[in-house]
């Protein structure tokens, strides 16, 4: 029965596993563009960013995603309509197609989860870089473009990736409001064949198959920015275990 499911619903599926794709790949985009700012934000010496970024975060992570997606679907555009008079202002009722709150919805919850992660890596890098930048004539600012930052990033892959792989199995809550990706179909499905244990098996190993390839994709990256297993550290006299080569002028 498995396979017979395959068989008819097969392009149906594998639109809805692009579907489901598409929508990870574009709140995690929004997300870390999210995570980024804010996380900055949450480091910076400055009480009034410290505490928009904590609000916000907070906020975010206490809502339940469910419970958000209900209300960038449903009430943000009342609030709009009912209490700003958009319509007058602007001709049109505004309005968001699912799809787009989903996006709006999943880049919410994962930007809050990612400006964590950015927080997290950015005070991770030793204080002796900040000052060795501001030493040789770097502002705040160069610094943390040109010397922090691109650390971080190395540093918080691995959890960007997990987050990815949250993305892509939280795309499910989103048929609450019709987004059309994989779990949503996978009722449509149900409900035609009233199969429901081989329906959801089906779907079960799809969700896997997306999350286990984006896993393995996003390690093997991970092994080609740490570069060669075997390398030499010139210089170095806190690691005992280094090689240090003495460079002599020819």
Known sequence: MIFKILANYGPLLLAAMGQTLLLALWSLFFACLIGLFVGILSVLKSRVCNIIATIFVDIIRGV?????????YFGVPM??????????MTGSKFTFTALQAGIICLSLNCGAYMAEIVRGGIISID???F????SI?????????????????RNILPSVSNEFVINIKDTSVLNVIGV?????????IKRQN???????????VLYFILTFTVTRIL??????????NSYTIFGSQSASAAEIRVQREG
């Open 64 to 72: 339940p995603m469910i419970v958000l997606a209900f209300f960038v």
């Open 79 to 88: 609030l709009m309509n009912d209490n700003l008079n958009w319509a007058a």
């Open 127 to 129: 204080r002796g870089q």
């Open 131 to 134: 000052e060795g930048a501001l």
């Open 137 to 153: 004539g770097m502002s705040h600012a160069q610094t943390m473009v040109k010397v922090v930052l691109p650390q971080v990033m």
């Open 180 to 188: 059309t990706e994989l779990y949503y179909f996978a009722g449509i």
């Open 194 to 204: 009233f199969q429901t244990f081989q329906t959801y098996l089906v779907v079960c």
């Open 219 to 228: 390690r093997y990256i991970e092994k080609r920015l740490d570069g060669k």
